[in-house]
């Protein structure tokens, strides 16, 4: 038996049943005047105001996005073969905290025996495909399990993303202490997170997937006191070439 | 008026004013003011009532540190009048005074109560006749305190913003010191932050003329990329963690290295009637003179112990403030005596103030030698009397240290400067400016590059200049702490005449309050403290405790280190509780089902972390509906774990004291947790999936606890063995009722007859459309379908069973009507049913306990002596005949009326239509049949026990 039910993205339509993954965090994102639009299986909010509007809130405060579709995965294995693995990847140096990107796929290093790989929907197979392959020739026990379902997540971006931060986590994010790739578990509103510096002024947050209404509202109330408001995933600039090396 | 020409460096704009109103009165100030500047420059003298002799008390430090100035702002009593900036239309209103403040009617304690208030006379006076206590109780706490705070407040509602912030470097103390410290090490790379309780950096350079200086540091700090706070007080040092209060936020800083550059407090003089309006720090003076151009009086005596009081002269002479005599403790003055004595002015060498008389405020002063008031030890003073309206007393500096004490540092008492000065360091921590011991304009700025060139330094930063200067520096700090201005001490007590001699001016302990302490045998400082409150008030001893030490060395014939000092604790300035309070973190956990209870009208609770819904309104129909048609129920809650390896099955047996390894893929089997005592600590179900992999559910409210209870066992095991808590990462939902089968044939091509799919298989289909894990277990009691589904897909599961149900007549179920089902089928709740004490055969689960299993296991040891022992008490159930449910929690009674055993559950079942429940009762009336007593709230119940479940006892109906 195995554990496709994990999977939100193996759901299929059929006569009569049309299902589409939704984030935890999509009734907050409706009340916020999001646009929500159908791609890829899931319903996604796009976006909340003109683009020109996001735009300026990402260059000048800080926005927010709900990235929760995001696919995750999780192997863990003894930590010579998480290495390994981890080391697969061209250019790749393995070091706990920081995360390696590349083909579209962070590589977060959680602990010597606990690898997190976060990647958008479009490139879940492939990674997937990638990790299986590499669990295969390393002939020992390792699990790799689908927990896009289990963490939900945001990106906070813009110049006062930190300060949004600074209201509901103690993490030090300044940028020579997390720098682009740096890879950060830890304590976001009380609750167990992951945060990644994805680039220079933007990172991706991992929480529980129960608790995330609660992290809406707390980073809705950080960001909004410092004139932040919530942004569509269309106004998040793709992560540039640069940031695809980190860790190299 | 008694506002001056334009001051070099004031901070009024005098071009804005600002209008508020203080006691209902309108006042005018400028833009810049303090509360008391503008009040002052208006001519108020009296700004508040002492603590417990309601005597007039007039500005005395402006500086924030005294308590001679608290008032309400806006209706938010503790503000300090001397520090509080005017705003257009504040509310300012004094504190403690009834009618008013010119005429307080408790102000007679202070002229005919002294002998009914010694030090602890609530413990003295107000003792007899004993039953009047609560009276003289109330008595006491309406006439104590500072301020009332109303109960209801909407303008005073605020939320406080907590912003964590981490540095390379803390710099707390924004004066010429800190500014150079803080620049220093930017310089040098440091992230550096620098916080200072004044409106702008500066500190003590601004009062004393050098703005220029200060601003020109300030820009540099700046310039060098140093983050400032300024009006902004750290409150204290915890592990590292220093909590600051601006305004509306409280930032918590946590810096790698810390610099304290927290200058130094001004000690007044002990006196007869040192409190009055009028008698002022020469700081005081100064800064309402520089910072606000307000004259402080027109004709001052000046009373000092070293050069500072003698500048201060100076400085008043020139904005028109007429001397009438300059004492100098000292018997040679130092060198601004010659520039005084050109005034005109007459300098005194060894001369103090000895008494000041007035009424509203001073009206004269008494100067004597010093000697002369020391050796008669309290007779009225001798000496001459100065008429005067202002009474300037400058008794020395006491390093502000209580930061750096916080922090682990050490004082040792300087006799050449005459207070406790800062001796041993912690690491990471450096003390720089006024607090290190330095004074001088050059040695403040010297000091203060050095300690940031260090915490700089500390931090790996710098270069081969960089750490030659810091050696320079170092030596030419040594040099100017080695030799410190001529100061005189003054005498614990100067003089003593007419009116009381302040030591403490927060709490009104007088010189002897403290004498009378320790002739009761409060000889220690800390008794001291707690006997008389003395260093407990607003001031937290920074103008009082050394004055205290002082006073108890002299009368005990101690030296001030055999004293020592009081502990110093956070907070080190009062702080209103709001700001403590910060905003609420209520991490609520929400299924993703949980809208559609929302939309639904869910009545919504808390169940551990999680909202969740307790019914939709009807739970009677909810429970008949499961039995009659069916039900769906969100489970999300329940703990999912993921047990993954080739020792997966082993890892199980370990934990559980029944056999998983021979579990075949596909199946299922219940399971107890049990605690190395052998008590039940949480159960669930597992399922199978393949060879290497367990699907593990526990209760809801224990997922987190087993997660952590497998994670910690493993780790000591060390087998291959991998957990994955995926509890929120699954929407699950229970199926159930006759009507199950159908509504499942309607949403997925699986094959759901009972031939195909038994009780306790478990099996993963597409249920319309979404990839499910289906278990078939029944918690409930009916037939049943465990659903399990990833989260994001949980409310579209929801939807398209409750639609295919809808020919049925499905009914959503809350946890209310979950719980009358699953007792009906006695099955338990662990921490309901069961305790701390509670053990698998007590439970009447003796059938879950395999000691035949040739591994060792969790608890086996105690489960194996207590399968040998019949335990005393049993879980049964019981019904009532007579309709009344018992409370859950009642008792059970013996023969003889004593408790026996307890209610764990009892509802009243809409199907079985009878009062049903569980209890623990003795093993020995544990039969079916039995009668049992329950006593619950004074009535009296007469139960029947029944071992098997109240319905379908023999699984029929779960099975079908």
Known sequence: ?248 | MSRLPAQPGERIARERVVRFTFDGHPVEGYEGDTIGSALYAAGRRTFSRSFKYHRRRGLMCCAGQCPNCIVAVDGAPGARACTEPVREGMRVEHLNATPGLEFDLMSAVDRFGGALTPPGFYYKTFIRPRKLWPVYEKVLRHAAGLGRIAKVHPDRQWQTEYRRRHTDVLVVGGGLAGLRAAASAAELGADVLLVDNGPRPGGRAIVDGHHGTAGHLHDKAVAAGVEILDGATALGYFDGLVPVWQGSTLHQIRAQEHVFATGAVEQPLVFSGNDLPGVMLSGGACRLASLYAVKPGNRAVVATTSDRGLQAAIALRKIGVELAAVADLRSTPGPPADAVRKLGVEVLPGHTVVEAQGGKTVAKATIAPVQASEADGGAPPTGRTFECDLVITSGGFVPAASLLVQAGAKTRYDSQRGHFALSDMPKSVHAAGEVAGYEDADSLSCSGKLAGLAAAHALGLGNPASRKAADELRERAATATAHPAAAALPPAVCGQGASKCFVCHCEDVTAKDIRQSIAEGYDSIELCKRYTTVTMGPCQGRMCELQSVRLMAQEMGRSLDEIGTTTTRPPTTPVPMGVLAGPPFEPAKRSAIHGRHRELNANVMWAGDWRRAYDYGDPEAEVLAVHRAAGLIDVSTLGKLLVRGPDAGEFLDRLYPNRLSNLKPGRIRYGVINSDAGRIVDDGTICRLDDDTFYVTTTSSGAGAVEEWFSWWLTDWGMRVYLTDITQGLAAVNLAGPKAREIMERVTELDCSNEAFKYLDGKRALIAGVPCLILRIGFVGELGYEIHCPSAHGEHLWDALLQAGEEFGIRPFGLEPQRVLRLQKMHILVGQDTDSESTPFGAAMPWIVKLDKEEDFIGRWALERYSTESASTTLVGFTLSDGRVPTEGSVVLDGGQAPIGQVTSSRFSPVLRQVIGMAWVPAGRASDGDTVTIADNGRTLQARVRTKPFYDPDGEVLRS
């Not at chain 1, 003109?50 to 996005?65: F, K």
């Not at chain 1, 025996?113 to 495909?129: D, K």
């Not at chain 1, 030090?172 to 997170?193: C, K, M, N, W």
């Not at chain 1, 950080?222 to 190299?248: H, K, N, Q, W």
């Open chain 1, 1 to 248: 038996m195995s554990l496709e039910f994990l999977d939100a993205s193996a759901a299929v339509k059929t006569e009569g049943f049309s299902p589409v993954a939704r984030s935890p965090m999509e009734r907050r994102a409706r009340a916020a005047g999001a646009q929500i639009e159908e791609r890829g299986g899931w319903a996604l909010a796009v976006a909340y105001a003109a683009s020109e509007q996001e735009a300026q809130t990402i260059s000048h405060a800080a926005g927010w996005a709900d990235m929760s579709h995001l696919a995750k995965l999780e192997l863990q294995a003894e930590p010579d073969v998480v290495e390994a693995i981890f080391v697969s990847n061209p250019s790749a140096h393995f070091e706990l905290g920081t995360a390696h990107r590349t083909d579209g796929a962070w590589w977060c290093p959680l602990a010597p025996s606990r690898l997190l790989v976060i990647c958008e929907p479009s490139r879940f197979a492939s990674v997937r495909r990638q990790l299986e392959d590499a669990v295969g020739a390393a002939r020992k026990p390792v699990s790799l399990v689908d927990v896009t379902t289990a963490f939900a997540a945001l990106t906070i971006v813009g110049p006062l993303s930190r300060e949004v931060f600074a209201r509901f986590s103690a993490l030090d994010l300044r940028p020579h202490e997390t720098p682009v790739g740096a890879v950060r578990p830890g304590s976001v509103a009380r609750q167990p997170g992951v945060v990644v510096c994805e680039d220079e002024d933007r990172f991706l947050m991992l929480f529980g997937w129960a608790v995330a209404e609660y992290v809406w509202r707390q980073v809705e109330e950080a960001a909004r006191r410092l004139g932040g408001s919530p942004v569509g995933i269309d106004a998040l600039a793709p992560l540039d070439a640069a940031v695809e090396e980190v860790g190299g």
